[in-house]
């Protein structure tokens, strides 16, 4: 598989080879929808409590008489019905992590790597090497790539002058390449990255997957599609004196019918 290079004024410089097992891999929604989940329960802190009616303090009298005020019976004023009471199957600390393995997030992530190649949001610079750390230059580059929605920025390594750059743009987020995951590639439109972390990610995570490529499972669907069917031209020749027979024959039967109705001239003349 190739993929185009463009430098920072959007312009074409070249192609370059990439490796299909890592941006031609098949998508796989479901596989990405349980590392999602997986990857949202564990940003939860799982913090959240509520205080139950035995850890309100106070509370220990009665409030009124059992009797005779006409009012309800009532124990106590840190009851769950009343007000500032404790809360009845309120929420408590607790952890919401979800073990999801290793493999299963490596293929995630390619899937969605994969897509985004396939789509067109994937853009590799040839380098993007920035000299002063100010928000127009990062700004400017994005303008020429026609990068307007979320976009997230792929360096080979933590590039200080991308990341100070980009700090005050709301839609722009900057990542080495080496901490890429399938959170981040979903909530971000588009993906550009470096050259020389495109060869990083097929070193870090090629040979991940084994399966076919999604060329080729392409290419034989379509020849599914599309059989080639070998007819002899004996049995076509067969078959058009047999419809030439029936054209013939429903030929007669109209003139057949016609001289029936329509009498000739002749024996109107001798009648």
Known sequence: MKLNIRNKDGNESGQMDVR????????????VHQVMVGHLA???QGT?????????????????????????RQGSI??????????AFGPSPRSYRKSTPK????????????????????????????????TKSVKTV???????????????GPNENVIRSSKNLDKVKTLPVKVINTLDLMNNFNVVITEDAVRQVEEIWGGVYKGESYSASESSI?????????????????????????ILDDERLLDLIVSQIE????????S
């Open 78 to 87: 840190r009851s769950p019905i009343w007000v500032g009471g404790g809360r």
């Open 263 to 270: 009498p000739s001239k002749s024996q109107g003349d001798d």
């Open 222 to 246: 379509v020849e599914e599609i599309e059989p080639t069917v070998d007819v002899p031209k004996e049995n076509l020749v067969d078959q058009n004196e047999e419809i030439e027979s029936k």
């Open 142 to 156: 994005l303008n020429s790539l026609g990068m307007e929605k979320t976009t997230l920025i792929v360096t080979n």
């Open 20 to 31: 299909d097992d890592v941006f031609a891999v098949p998508q796989n929604s479901d596989l």
């Open 48 to 72: 959240a409590k509520t205080k139950t009616r035995s850890e309100v303090s106070g509370g220990g009298a009665k409030p009124r008489p059992q009797k005779s005020t006409g009012s309800s």
């Open 103 to 134: 493999k299963m997030r490596r293929l995630a992530m390619l899937s969605v790597l994969s897509d985004k190649a396939r789509r067109g949001n994937l853009v590799v610079l040839d380098n993007l090497d920035i000299a002063d750390a100010k």
């Open 42 to 44: 564990n940003k939860r």
